[in-house]
Structure formats: C-alpha cells, structure tokens
C-alpha cells in the first residue's frame, strides 16, 4: 500500500483518502484534510504551527532515541604573564594570606604618607617670598585707555 505526505503537514496521506490540488505551473500538492489545504491556500507558514511535522523537526520534538549528544571540548586554562608582572609574580600574589596583603598595603600608604610630606616641605623651604599687594583702587585695562566707563 503506497501512502502519499501531507505537503503541509507532513502527514501520512492513505489510498484513496486527501485531495490533490494542482499549482498553474503544474506543481502538484496533496492535502490530508481541509484544515490543512485551507491553511496551505492561505499562505500559512507550516514552520510555525505547532502541530505540523515541519514545526516539530525544526524544533526537535518527539526524538525517542537520543543520538550520542556531541561532545564539546572543554577549552583548557592556561595562565599566563602580562605586562608589569612575570607568572612567577602572578602566582605569588595569588598565594599571598590576607594578613600579609593588608600589611604591604599599609606600608605602602605609610611610604606614600612620608614621601608627600618630605615634598611639602621641600617646597616650603624653596618657596619665594610674595611681593606685598598694592593697596591703590583696582583699573580694568578698558579705564586706563580712558574707553566708556562711569557712563
């Protein structure tokens, strides 16, 4: 017994059952039922309704036997050195406690402290003494040229 597909849904067409409906370029579409040739005339997209055979192979639904799922390569870590600090480095910062690392911050505060205090004073030392401010009434340079001021 030779059973035909469904051109819409995909379904299994028996003898003597469905409709045949021919395109006028003489292409040839077998229909199940007429829910099926009413949604085929009306330009429906089989890949978007649910129930086809289409829709349900596009979105893998009802594989019984599942084939050996590929196996993704696992991509493997590598560490490396980047600019400034060498993987030995790296790796001791790493392995440092948190007591140790606490204790090299503060160091390094307290030399940064000392360091800026040192450059204050410094600059007090070589800092010029001001020439004292005159005292005399403030003149834009436009009132100097005599332009329209006190209108």
Known sequence: MKTEIDSFS???????????????????????NSKNES????RKNP????????????HKKGITEEVAKKRSRRTVKHQRGIVGADLAAIAARRN??????????????????????????????TKPARPPVSTAPRVSKQQMKGGKSGR
């Not at 140790?100 to 360091?115: M, S």
């Open 10 to 32: 995909g379904y299994r067409i028996y003898p003597s059952k469905g409709r045949l409906f021919v395109r006028g370029d003489n292409k040839i579409f077998r229909f199940a």
């Open 39 to 42: 949604l085929f005339l009306q």
């Open 47 to 58: 890949r978007k309704i649910a129930w086809t055979q289409v829709y349900r192979r596009m």
């Open 96 to 125: 440092q406690s948190a007591a140790a690392r606490a204790q090299a911050r503060t160091a390094a505060i307290q030399k940064a402290k000392a360091e800026k205090k040192a450059k204050e004073e410094k600059k007090e030392k």
